[in-house]
């Protein structure tokens, strides 16, 4: 029996990367998104975190973030920033989109999704303009990797170079899962994957192993459910070696 199952996930992966393999024959990639970044040094911490909203987004949302944020994170940030709402000029939002099929829904439509180098740019420029130590995007619409284009519909991406980071929204909603919107479950999982991009921007690009850690790396939206929002004992002690390192 385990052995059929290994092999029925065996096929699986290749049926994935077969599908990944076809939808991008014809897909010229686009590396129209060069980042340029004026203050690109490292990171000084304690520092002020910017929140930019992309497309419809509640912003009802940003204080239980800011809360969120202010106690895992623990006098890392002086300020955190509520930065609005950003729109999209239509050339801009046309630029480097892909156009896929996403097997969880159950229609025929072709979903356009967006290139995290995209938000990029926009985050450098606002961070320098705010004077901020990093800054993160929240959208609604789904991304996939610059770096990999591979990596179809993330939960979200951070830049450490760049410090600024992307999450996306789109399958973390309720109604995606043909389930009744649960706000309560939404600002959740919206929390949690904050904490775990912003997480990168201070610990790096490690993943942790243990189970409840918000750093744990989640491939599927039961993987986010089943972590918590919240850092587990190792983790913590690396946060409070930075904060020793800062002197703070
Ligand atoms: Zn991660
Ligand atoms: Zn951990």
Excluded: W
Excluded at 81 to 105: A, C, D, P, R
Excluded at 174 to 193: C, D, G, L, Q
Aim: hydrophobic fraction near 35%; proline fraction near 3%.
């Amino acid at each position: 029996m385990p052995n059929l199952q290994r092999y029925e996930q065996k096929i699986r992966k290749y049926k994935e990367k077969l599908k990944n393999l076809i939808t991008r024959i014809g897909i010229s990639y686009p590396k129209e998104f060069e980042l340029i970044d004026e203050v690109s040094e490292k990171l000084i911490l304690p520092c002020q975190l910017g929140i930019l909203f992309f497309g419809d987004f509640d912003i009802i949302y940003f204080e239980k973030i800011k809360n969120h944020l202010n106690h895992v994170f623990d006098s890392f940030f002086f300020d955190i920033k509520n930065l609005g709402e950003y729109n999209f000029t239509s050339e801009i939002f046309s630029k480097g989109v892909k156009k896929e099929y996403k097997e969880m829904k159950k229609s025929s439509n072709k979903i356009k999704i967006h290139p995290t180098n995209k938000f990029y740019q926009i985050l450098i420029d606002e961070r320098i303009k705010k004077n901020l130590g990093m800054i993160i995007a929240i959208t609604n619409l789904p991304i996939y990797s610059s770096t990999d284009d591979n990596v179809l519909f993330l939960y979200g991406e951070a830049h450490l170079k760049h410090r600024c980071a992307v999450i996306s929204s789109f399958e973390l909603k309720e109604n995606y899962y043909n389930t009744p919107e649960n706000h309560s479950i939404f600002a959740k999982r919206v929390i949690k994957e904050i904490c775990h991009e912003v997480g990168h921007l201070i610990l790096g690009p490690d993943h942790c192993h243990d189970n409840l850690c918000v750093m744990r790396f989640s491939n599927e939206i039961n993987e986010i459910d089943k972590k918590s929002s919240r850092f587990c004992y190792k983790c913590n002690l690396k946060l409070n070696e930075i904060r020793k390192k800062f002197n703070f």
